[in-house]
């Protein structure tokens, strides 16, 4: 079994050496796709270090096209048979991957969302993304009867046979409810399962926005009437 770790890539030149020596320990026959998005920071010239590493593949996008279209751009290059989407920072703990692979290995399902809901040591850097989070969520399980409680989560696992059915038309970070539309559209029921999660904010980096709330809100009202 191998796992396909996507790397969406935008200005991360600070945490980028350390999150890929934290995947590298994980104890998995991995890969890593990782796709600049068009870094201006410095990012691009840390890239390309790891160009020439066995299980790395390295991919530059010529502008800024947006999370959603780094992702879709990786799916053609996965090479394993289990997808896992991995944010270059160092919120989420890729010494989680173990737990959220197996499921999905043994067979039982094929979709496992790390949910950090489901973990009460979890910490969160601002109210207004809490509260929004739960929003998104709570739309997505009227919508489409699923009984999630993170939607939002960067840690999304899929089969990969499955991800690549899929035919997604994301740019930016409506990627997690279009994709997740689209499953629950399928009859696929997502099994969630515990992580830990390491919030940083604005100054350290933070991308996402306020209207990316209301974005995931009409992306998933729109995937539920659209056939």
């Not at 409506?174 to 390491?198: D, L, N």
Request: contains cysteine.
């Amino acid at each position: 079994m191998k796992l396909s770790i996507i790397m969406p890539i935008f200005n991360e030149k600070d945490t980028l050496e350390r999150i890929v020596e934290k995947i590298q320990k994980v104890p998995i026959e991995k890969e890593i796709i990782m796709v600049d998005d068009g870094s201006t920071d410095g990012t691009r010239e840390i890239m390309k270090k790891y160009e020439n590493v066995q299980n790395i593949k390295v991919i530059y996008h010529t502008k800024n096209m947006g999370k959603g279209a780094t992702i879709r751009t990786a799916i053609k290059y996965i090479t394993g048979d289990i997808v896992i989407i991995q944010d270059a920072d160092l919120e989420y703990d890729p010494n989680d991957y173990l737990k959220l692979v197996m499921p999905i290995q043994n067979k039982e399902v094929k979709v496992i969302y790390g949910s950090r809901a489901l973990n009460p040591e979890n910490k969160h850097s601002y109210n207004r993304y809490l509260l929004g989070g739960k929003l998104v969520t709570f739309v997505t399980n009227i919508l489409f009867s699923q009984r999630l409680t993170d939607e939002p989560t960067c840690y999304k696992v899929f089969d990969t046979t499955l991800l690549k059915s899929i035919f997604l038309k994301c740019k930016r970070f409506e990627f997690c409810p279009e994709v997740t539309a689209k499953i629950a559209k399928m009859g696929i029921k997502i099994k969630e399962i515990p992580i830990s999660y390491y919030p940083r904010n604005f100054t350290e980096g933070k991308k996402i926005k306020w209207y990316d709330g209301i974005e995931a809100i009409w992306t998933l009202i729109k995937y539920r009437f659209v056939k």
